[in-house]
Each structure stands twice: as structure tokens, then as C-alpha cells.
């Protein structure tokens, strides 16, 4: 099976074409490189160091014996795009290639724009160029669970049946995103049904919740293989940053009063389930919905874990909650539905307990790096638009 991956540079691009290459498939993905320039930006590095793509791809090659078919270019880029598909002649093509942080697209006006260009156009020329060059291809893109918001009703995936004044439909449930970042998602996850629709594409379109970890196993211990883990205040997720706090002697930072849920899975896992959706593709002209996640936690129950982890590991670690710099409901309900991969036969690989063991272990290796950037470790970017830093609110929770 021949896999393009779209942002294959990225946290879980790298990691997936790993996922794939040791399972025998013929792998190719583009990326512009963006990501690191952004996290540049935000005052920050990967914890774990991270090579240029050129020697990627030699342990790639070394390592699973096929060569990677990498392309460096913009997916904004229509030609780039087309030419891509043209000479990989992809079955299916994993739509990763997006800027994914939500704070990050709050900063101003001029980061919300970028955001919205770079996701809705290059999806737009993802689907332009599936239709003319390989419309049987599967498309795998990348959404978001964030799409839903946190509604105070079970959350179905991707779609409900409805009854309104006496007449009854299928209908998509009401999107309600909580950033300019999950907007786009929002938008692209209309766009790709849209493109569906018309062209009669297939794509499985992946709700996914908040992922973390350092590793999946198929990395092994080459550190030329080693994805990328941010911590920063935009590019860092909660359970990522909160490792990296415990490591480096910061408080857990709990945004508010701590309630928010949300679902979260280990990177394996990511990878499993998009292993899952690629093998066994939709129909032509379908479009499908997975919300993918391991579990439900709420961000102090997530602290508290991280917490009991990092002291049995002999690290010495406090829980703070301070001002929210979103705005997001604090205390809410939170029950969506992941029935679809389950009917593939996905099974989560391991507890978070032992992933988040992992995670210390290897964080702790590159102490440094974190401790060298311990300004990005709390946040000042506000959902209202000012900059500045969040105060504490309570110590020891
Ligand atoms: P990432 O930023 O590490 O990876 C995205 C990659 O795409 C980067 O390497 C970036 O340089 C590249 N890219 C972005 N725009 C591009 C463009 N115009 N042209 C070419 N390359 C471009 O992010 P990630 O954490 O690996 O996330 C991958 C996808 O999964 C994103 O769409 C994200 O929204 C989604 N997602 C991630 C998570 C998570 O917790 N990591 C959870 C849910 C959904
Ligand atoms: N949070 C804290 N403390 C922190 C960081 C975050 O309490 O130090 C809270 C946030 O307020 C939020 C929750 O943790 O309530 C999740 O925040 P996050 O930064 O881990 O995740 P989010 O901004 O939602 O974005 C991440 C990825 C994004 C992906 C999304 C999946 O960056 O690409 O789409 O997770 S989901 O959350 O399901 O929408």
C-alpha cells in the first residue's frame, strides 16, 4: 500500500511514517517545515532533539529498508500539491499538514489569518488535486474533537438523527469550536464533506482528541528516529506540558478551576487508530467520522496522575491552578461516543500510567532543553487578545 502523508516533519507525521514503513508500506510525505519556525517563534525548541529531514530520511531508509519519498514545499502551493500525488500515486493520502495550536492562532489578527489561509487552502488544493489526479484515493484527514465544543448532550460521531416538527433526518451535530485554530477545522471538516459529496471522494474524517507520549516503539532506541515534544505555552498539550513541568521543577500549570474534560490518548495509539483507518478505507463518494481518543480526564485528575507518576520517579513536583487564559467552560459536561474504530478492532495498547512513565524518562535525558526555555512554560497568550503572563490562583491542588 503506497501512504502520502501531508506535514510528515510533524509530531505525529514523523511517528506515522515510522508506524507505516515498519508494517511494509511504501511511505512519501511533503512538509514546508513550518513548525519548527513557529515554536521558534513562541521562544521555544523540541525536548527531545530533532534532525533536519535530509538525515531523517538516511535512518528511515537505514532502518525499514525502503527509502522515504520526501518532498519539502507548501501545501498553499496547488502545483506543489498536484505534483506530489503525480509522482507518488498515493492510496491513500493522511492529511496532517495543518497548524494545529489553538493559542497560537489567537495571538492577533495577522496569526488567525495565517491559520485559516493555511489549513482551509491547503485542504482545498489537497481535494482539487485528489478529484483530478487520484480521486480513488482514500483520503485520512485530521480533525479535531475540539470541533464539537463541550455541548451539555452525548456527542455522536460526526453525525445524529433528528426529529424537528414531526420530521426526522441524518443530520452533521452542531459544531462549536473554542479557537480560530478549531474553526478551521471546523470549516475544512464541511469542506471535505462537500468535496465528498460532489466528487464522489471517500475520506474517513478522524475526530481526534489531545495526544501525548514521546515515542512509539518503532522508534526503538535510534535517536535519529525520535519525533519532536513541545512544551510551550501554544505548542505544548496539557498531559506533554505537564511532563515536562514535573522535569523541570515547574508547577503543573491547571488553567481555572481545573474541571475541563477533554479526551486524550498515547501517541501509539494515535498511530493505531490511523494504521486502522487506512487498511480498511470507506466506500467511494463516503465520508465517515471517528472521534478517536483512549479516555476522558478532566486537567486536574490529569495533573494529580502526572503528578504520582514523576514522585515515584524521585521528582518533587507541585500543582498550581492559575488564571485561564482561555475562554473555555471550566466545569461542563462530557460524553462523546467512540464506537467506530472499536468496530475496526482497535485496542488501547497500554495505561497512561506507563506511557506517562515513558514520557519522564525521557524527558528527564534532556532536562536542559526544557530548563533552557522555562520562560514558555507559562502561558501569556489570552483568548481577549492582551499578552501577559497568567497569575496564580492557588498552590497544591
Ligand atoms: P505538527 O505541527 O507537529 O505537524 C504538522 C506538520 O505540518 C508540521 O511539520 C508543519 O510544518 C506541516 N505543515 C503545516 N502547514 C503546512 C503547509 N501549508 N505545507 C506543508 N506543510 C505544512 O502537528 P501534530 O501535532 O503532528 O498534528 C498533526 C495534525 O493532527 C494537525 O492537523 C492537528 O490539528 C491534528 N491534531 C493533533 C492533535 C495533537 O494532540 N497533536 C490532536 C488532534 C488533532
Ligand atoms: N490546559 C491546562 N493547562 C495547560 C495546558 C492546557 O489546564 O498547561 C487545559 C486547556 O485549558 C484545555 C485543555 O487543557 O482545557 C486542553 O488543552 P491542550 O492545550 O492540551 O489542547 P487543545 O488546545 O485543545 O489542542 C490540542 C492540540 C490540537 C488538537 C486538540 C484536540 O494542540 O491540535 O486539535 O488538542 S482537542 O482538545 O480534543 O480539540
Known amino acids: 500500500m503506497r501512504v502520502f502523508i501531508l506535514g510528515i516533519d510533524g ?20 512538509d514546508a517545515l513550518l513548525r519548527r519556525g513557529w515554536v521558534a517563534e513562541v521562544g521555544s525548541t523540541s525536548a527531545t532533539p530533532i534532525l533536519p529531514m535530509s538525515e531523517r530520511s538516511v535512518a528511515y531508509e537505514e532502518t525499514f529498508g525502503k527509502p522515504l519519498a520526501y518532498s519539502e514545499g507548501d501545501l498553499c502551493d496547488y502545483a506543489f500539491v498536484a505534483s506530489c500525488l503525480e509522482s507518488f500515486k498515493p492510496d491513500a493520502i493522511v492529511h496532517l499538514g495543518e497548524m494545529p495550536s489553538a493559542p497560537y492562532s489567537m495571538i492577533d489578527v495577522e496569526h488567525c489569518t495565517f491559520t485559516h489561509t493555511n489549513n482551509l487552502i491547503g485542504t482545498i488544493n489537497t481535494l482539487f488535486a485528489m478529484r483530478d489526479i487520484c480521486p480513488d484515493a482514500h483520503l ?18 460526526g ?6 416538527r414531526g420530521r426526522k433526518d441524518r443530520l452533521p451535530f452542531p459544531r462549536q469550536a473554542g479557537s480560530w ?3 478551521t477545522k471546523v470549516h475544512d471538516t464541511n469542506n471535505v464533506t462537500f468535496a465528498c459529496k460532489i466528487w464522489g471522494l471517500r475520506s474517513t474524517d478522524i475526530m481526534q482528541g489531545v495526544v501525548f507520549g514521546t515515542r512509539i516503539d518503532e522508534m526503538g532506541d535510534d535517536p535519529r528516529l525520535c519525533t519532536r515534544f513541545d512544551f510551550d505555552q501554544a505548542f ?24 475541563q474534560k477533554r479526551g486524550f490518548l498515547p501517541l501509539r495509539d494515535s498511530m493505531q487508530c490511523l494504521h486502522l483507518a487506512i487498511t480498511k478505507p470507506p466506500e467511494s463518494g463516503e465520508y465517515r467520522v471517528f ?23 524521585g521528582l518533587d513536583v507541585e500543582i498550581a491552578n492559575i488564571e485561564n487564559p482561555r475562554k473555555e ?12 474504530l472499536i468496530d475496526l478492532g482497535y485496542e488501547p495498547s497500554r495505561d497512561m500510567e506507563t506511557e506517562i512513565t515513558v514520557t519522564l524518562t525521557d524527558l528527564i ?32 491542588a
Not at 505525529?12 to 514503513?21: H, M, R, T, V
Not at 478532566?298 to 515515584?312: H, M
Not at 466545569?331 to 464506537?339: A, C, K, L, S
Open 11 to 30: 509530531y505525529l507525521g514523523w511517528s506515522l511514517a515510522q508506524y507505516l514503513g515498519a508494517r511494509g508500506m511504501d511511505v512519501g510525505g511533503c
Open 140 to 157: 485520512v484527514k485530521l480533525g479535531t474533537m475540539g470541533e464539537y465544543g463541550t455541548p451539555n448532550v452525548d456527542i455522536p460521531e
Open 291 to 313: 472521534n478517536q481518543f483512549e479516555e476522558v480526564y478532566d486537567v486536574t485528575g490529569l495533573a494529580r496522575k502526572v503528578k504520582g507518576v514523576a514522585e515515584g520517579l
Open 365 to 396: 535525558a534532556n532536562r536542559d532543553r526544557i530548563e533552557a526555555h522555562r520562560e514558555a512554560l507559562l502561558p501569556d497568550i489570552r483568548w481577549d487578545g492582551t499578552r501577559r503572563k497568567s497569575a496564580y490562583l492557588s498552590k497544591g
Open 329 to 340: 467552560a471550566e466545569t461542563h459536561y462530557y460524553n462523546p461516543d467512540r464506537q467506530h
Open 236 to 259: 505544548g498539550t496539557a498531559i506533554n506540558r505537564y511532563c515536562a513541568q514535573s522535569v523541570a521543577g515547574h508547577p503543573l500549570t491547571v488553567f481555572g478551576a481545573g474541571n
Open 159 to 164: 453525525f445524529f438523527e433528528i426529529e424537528f
Open 181 to 183: 485554530y478549531h474553526q
